[in-house]
């Protein structure tokens, strides 16, 4: 419906003022599609130019413009190669480059970090910053919450075609402050039993808490930490965006 292919049953969709096929046709749309078909024959180089043609990127600018793609995704070693002999990580980064051809208003991007490695997952999240500006709209769909807790500012969480829930993630409204919280033991898992008779121990030196309050929990741990407990790591079982999900969609797993 964004980019104009699809009229809602109910409703409007408007952009800037505009229908968005207009939008689209007047100002260009970065766009990643969830599946991305590119000619398998195509060298990498060769596909970002067309790409770069169809986006309307003047003549003179579409060097410049690939060559600044390809240095953003660090695609330089394999400019050469057809897009075949690429591997899926690689792919997709290039289908992520074709998208940022052009500093577009709007952005879309169908689960983007999909085939991507941890490293280029994380500088998927500085590239995201990076293209943070007022006049911009990002708009990211995911089924990696924790990536969406990185990333966004709001998070709409739809569950059979209808919005459940808005969460301002920057707010802190995904925040968790009670529930569920993981402590990783290095040494002294006694003192913490002793402290939390409820304690269950779900993995290698790893033990799951309920938490009333901060305060309280707070209280509590340093009480087991002065009686011997040495705390490697200790965070929520799950992310305040996981517990908003479970809670709209009445605990489906996403």
Not at 13 to 38: C, K, M, N, Q, T
Not at 152 to 157: G, W
């Amino acid at each position: 419906m964004l980019l104009g292919f699809l009229a809602p049953d109910t409703g409007r969709v408007r952009l800037d003022g505009l229908a968005p096929r207009a939008f689209v046709e007047r100002e260009g749309v970065g766009y990643l599609s969830e599946l991305v078909a590119i000619p398998r024959e195509w060298r990498l180089v060769d596909a970002l130019r067309r790409y770069a043609v169809l986006d309307g990127v003047p003549e003179a600018e579409l060097a410049p413009a690939v060559e600044a793609a390809i240095a953003r995704l660090g695609l330089e070693e394999h400019r050469g190669k057809k897009i075949k002999q690429l591997s899926k990580g690689n792919a997709q980064r290039v289908a992520l480059a074709q998208a940022l051809l052009r500093p577009h208003r709007l952005v879309v991007l169908d689960e983007p970090t999909h085939g991507l490695d941890p490293v280029w997952t994380q500088r998927f999240r500085a590239l995201v910053h990076e293209l943070r500006d007022p006049g911009r709209a990002i708009l990211i769909a995911s089924h990696n919450l924790d990536e969406l807790e990185r990333v966004a500012d709001r998070v709409a969480i739809l569950d059979h075609g209808r919005v459940q829930r808005i969460v301002d993630v920057r707010a802190g409204a995904g925040a968790p402050t009670a529930g569920r919280w993981r402590v990783v033991v290095a040494d002294g898992a006694a003192a913490l039993a002793a402290h939390w008779p409820d304690a269950r121990e779900v993995g290698s030196a790893t033990w799951e808490l309920d938490v009333a309050d901060l305060p309280t929990f707070n209280r509590t741990l340093g009480a087991a930490i002065a009686a011997g407990l040495v705390v490697r790591q200790v965070g929520p079982a799950e992310s305040g965006l996981e517990r908003q999900f479970r809670e709209a969609v009445g605990g489906v797993a996403p």
